[in-house]
């Protein structure tokens, strides 16, 4: 059933004609504060600060079981083929990587799911033994990736750097630019580097072009190349090729690449930098939240409520930007991640029965982390004419033991302090008869709280997000895990590049040659 046939739609359009005004005084008070928060595994959802009233939200729960969304979640995990579209050509795949850390308690017991934990453990093992084997050899390591290769473990490895193993460096080449390679290699002493070349399909010509880049500077400086690659790649892909690398580790077709942070695509680097045990703790968090998400209790269940939340903005409030502000500077690289997670998920126009949707999915996601962002583009989210919701991120506890009392308060108690401030400020606004200092208020936000940013924390939060994106595009009828929109530009700069190096003549290219060529004039 198409997302605006949904029983609860109208309602909700209804109620979305008149929904709560936070600017109101008193609108937003300490009960509701109280009541409007939800609570599981070391998280906490403060959502007062939506424009939601216990009528929305119980017609929003409605919503979500119309669409069937909790057992489109047991599908997924089971290895049902969910990536498709129905009656056009399609991926046609399972989406199993909630697999890749379902090893801890009550594992899915489906034949499908088994099997892809299974091989996936296998390779945990095999990643802890090649730890063990290199742990005195190299003191670097460099990932060559770039998309679902790149963001998700860089977004996890930045979060955790304070639990970073003594004397390691970690390293990240992905664009395709020389420079940033160059850059790299610059900074490291290659008699004790170690690279990961990741890339699932074995064919991205960044990844490709990097790794050679990296093989010639090994051999210039008098080394093996296969002495200090490491690939990570699916199998029978063109870098499926053992004799060519030191170790080879492997994903599979069901883990999209912005789903793969927890596969070996994030493993090798995270357990060389952090510790096996520290990449453990954060599948576990991943895990427990992979269980939550099946509940029914939507008030247990953050990455639903979470989604509903983002549906009510979305489609009833008609917000089309999403900002993510994190008040921890190590989840800069988390909004990296997550522009790329939501945005290449539920930025689609079309519905998995193949049909254009008359609704709005995916918003625009974008963001930086607080108090930085408060100094350039809150000027916007406070006073500008368009309206933007806020996810803010925070955690009570610092990550090291340092702290400092500065004018009364701690560094954390200000981080802190501004965090909510914020919220309440975007909420509630501030009348004033001078226009240009009134704050009109009334927009939504809420805040995902959590005790410390840990590596069992962040696998949650990594979790948590992948569940929320997933639970909007189930709720939206969308296929969230394929990425078609991506292909075009590539198609059009292999045309480009087969201009350049003379293999067949491309008439646009020309056109931007002239341009390119004038410089040299
Ligand atoms: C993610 C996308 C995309 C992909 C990169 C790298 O979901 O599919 O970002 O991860 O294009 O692909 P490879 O891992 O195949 O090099």
Known sequence: MSFKDLASFEPLKKLSRAPIDLSVDGAINEKRIEKLSAENLGFKLLYATERVSQEVMEKLFSLAQEAKAIEKMHAMQEGKVINYIEGFESEKRTVLHTAMRDFFENPVSTMQAKEAASLALAELKKLELFIKKIDKKFDAIVQIGIGGSYAGPRAIYEALKAYQEPNKKVFFIVNVDPDEAAFVLK????????????????????????????????????????????????????????SKYLESFYIWDYVGGRFSATSMVGGVMLSFALGIDNFKKILQGANKVDKSVLSKDVHKNLPLLDALLGIWNRNFLFLDTLAIIPYSAALSYLILHLEQCDMESNGKSVDQMGKFIEFYSGPIVFGDVGTNAQHSFFQFLHQGTGLVATEFIG????????????????????????????????????????????????????????NQLDPFTMGALISHFEHKIAFQGFIWGINSFDQEGVQLGKKLANKMLDHLSGKKEFGLAKAYLKHLESFSK
Request: proline residues 4%; aromatic residues 8%; without cysteine.
């Open 395 to 450: 955690f009570r506890k610092t990550q090291y033991s340092e702290d400092f009392k500065f004018a009364n308060s701690t560094m954390q108690d200000k981080l802190l302090a501004n965090l909510f401030a914020q919220s309440l400020s975007l909420a509630v606004g501030e009348k004033s008869s001078n226009y240009n200092k009134l704050f009109l208020g009334n927009h939504p936000n809420h805040i995902l709280l959590s």
């Open 187 to 242: 900074q490291v002493d290659l008699k004790k580097t170690l690279f990961v070349s990741v890339s699932k399909s074995g064919t991205t010509i960044e990844t490709l072009s990097n790794e050679e880049f990296v093989r010639d500077h090994l051999k210039k400086a008098g080394l093996n190349p296969k002495d200090h690659i490491v690939a990570i790649t699916g199998k029978k892909s063109p870098m499926d090729d053992p």
